[in-house]
């Protein structure tokens, strides 16, 4: 059952090691995830330090709320989510308004999976993720840069964060944690000027600070 993490992870994470070695295709421009060789730390810290409330705002004229299967969150006003590389009840993806046909458009993922770990075990998993993006990097040979920390939400939800850097592109994955069950919300960054505008990182942790779980989770 604890591999299922890995599989989770490098399902995640193919397509953007394609972009990293130069490689393109339709699919692998919306794949979000990457991976390093590195040591990163665990860092506490508040969601404060990270964002400014401002930047969250719940005001229904710049977000909206989105209901799945496994939870509700909000959604910044001028993003959309792109069918084509979307499954239900799992998996979604987002793009800026205009950017869709973008050979590299910056985008958000979301993206619910059961796993083997308790809420308590957020070490354990943490360290799961990371052998996997260590195992895909000495594998593909892919020198990316990665960072880890965690934080906790505005709502109290312990969540893991990676940080992945290649070159001029850019890659968060935010694992907001559940009993045996997370939501990953992953935003590539790829044009940073497109990122001024798009605002894609605040997106991202919005998203992540307004989440909350369905009465049964992911349910399955």
């Known amino acids: 059952?604890?591999?299922?993490?890995?599989?989770?992870?490098?399902?995640?994470?193919?397509?953007?090691?394609?972009?990293?070695?130069?490689c393109s295709s339709k699919e692998s421009r919306y794949t979000v995830g990457t991976v390093a060789n590195t040591h990163g730390t665990d860092i506490s810290?508040?969601?404060s330090e990270m964002t400014t409330r401002e930047d969250l705002s719940?005001?229904?004229s710049t977000n909206r709320?989105?209901?799945?299967?496994?939870?509700?969150?909000d959604m910044a006003q001028g993003w959309v989510e792109v069918d084509e590389h979307s499954t239900d009840p799992y998996y979604y993806t987002y793009v800026y308004d205009g950017t869709a046909e973008y050979e590299y458009p910056n985008n958000i993922t979301v993206y619910?999976?059961?796993?083997?770990?308790?809420?308590?075990?957020?070490?354990?998993?943490k360290q799961d993720i990371l052998d996997s993006l260590n195992q895909q990097a000495s594998e593909k040979?892919?020198?990316?840069?990665?960072?880890?920390?965690?934080?906790?939400?505005?709502?109290?939800?312990?969540?893991?964060?990676?940080?992945?850097?290649?070159?001029?592109?850019?890659?968060?994955?935010y694992y907001i944690l559940g009993e045996k069950q997370?939501?990953?919300?992953?935003?590539?960054?790829?044009?940073?000027?497109?990122?001024?505008?798009?605002?894609?990182e605040e997106v991202a942790l919005a998203?992540?600070?307004?989440?909350?779980?369905?009465?049964?989770?992911?349910?399955?």
């Open 182 to 200: 997370y939501v990953m919300v992953s935003v590539s960054i790829y044009d940073e000027e497109q990122a001024k505008n798009d605002r894609s």
């Open 207 to 220: 998203i992540v600070n307004s989440f909350v779980w369905s009465e049964n989770g992911i349910g399955i």
């Open 65 to 73: 709320v989105l209901s799945k299967r496994f939870g509700q969150f």
């Open 141 to 173: 040979k892919i020198d990316v840069e990665i960072t880890d920390s965690s934080i906790i939400t505005e709502s109290g939800m312990t969540v893991l964060c990676f940080n992945m850097v290649k070159d001029t592109n850019r890659t968060i994955q």
């Open 45 to 47: 810290a508040s969601y």
């Open 58 to 60: 719940h005001d229904p």
């Open 112 to 125: 619910a999976s059961i796993c083997d770990y308790q809420l308590d075990e957020s070490v354990k998993l």
């Open 1 to 22: 059952m604890k591999n299922q993490i890995r599989k989770s992870v490098v399902c995640l994470v193919i397509g953007a090691m394609l972009v990293a070695s130069g």
